[in-house]
């Protein structure tokens, strides 16, 4: 269709200038949009970028924390293993001091039971309340064996040393011969009241 403007020049609208004007406002607003987005994308993945370093940094630092208590841990776990030893053996102490009985004398007394060919070897108190004698015997012209026997009811036969004590029990024996000897190594567990 054709338009015919009979107005003077100076009272006529400018299609032209208006849709350019039109066309620049609308490509200004683009770009403000695109700007915009792309603006809050970068600033979006900044704050992921640093998010994502702070937590860096605490993970970081709890994990030197968790290791710094750990180092600790093992040492307190060490230190209750120490102290649950200490305390069985002043719990042994305390039943060997509450004895109503001098142990120089029931060494000497465990001396004169001795038979000729017994050696003691270790002589100890455990934490089962028991006197525990370690020992050899070696012996040519009679069975060794025998001997550990005589002098198991030596200890139990007599009444001054066997009064501390409720029984006595043949633990372990080992046997073996070297040249032509009978050898027996025998424990001993005599058990307090």
């Known amino acids: 269709m054709i338009e015919i403007n009979l107005l003077p020049e100076g009272l006529r609208k400018k299609k032209t200038e208006l849709s350019f004007n039109l066309n620049i406002e609308a490509e200004k607003l683009k770009f403000l949009i695109v700007g915009g987005a792309i603006g809050i994308l970068i600033f979006i993945i900044i704050a992921l970028s640093l998010g994502s370093f702070i937590m860096d940094a605490q993970i970081k630092k709890l994990l030197a924390r968790e290791n710094n208590f ?33 142990w120089t004398e029931k060494l000497n007394q465990l001396s004169d039971l001795i038979l000729p060919g017994i050696w003691f070897t270790h002589i100890y108190t455990d934490n089962e309340n028991r006197l525990i ?22 200890l139990k036969d007599d ?29 001993i567990a005599l058990y307090f009241q």
């Open 70 to 102: 750990s180092g600790k841990i093992s040492h307190i776990d060490s230190v209750n293993k120490e102290i649950a030893v200490l305390k069985s053996k002043m719990t042994a102490l305390d039943q060997l001091t509450k004895r109503k009985f001098l």
């Open 133 to 154: 004698i370690e020992g050899s015997v070696v012996s040519k012209s009679e069975e060794a064996m025998a001997f550990v026997g005589k002098f198991m009811k030596n």
């Open 159 to 187: 009444q001054v040393f066997f009064k501390d004590f409720s029984n006595i029990k043949l633990e372990s024996v080992q046997r073996r011969n070297k040249e032509e000897r009978d050898i027996v190594e025998f424990k």
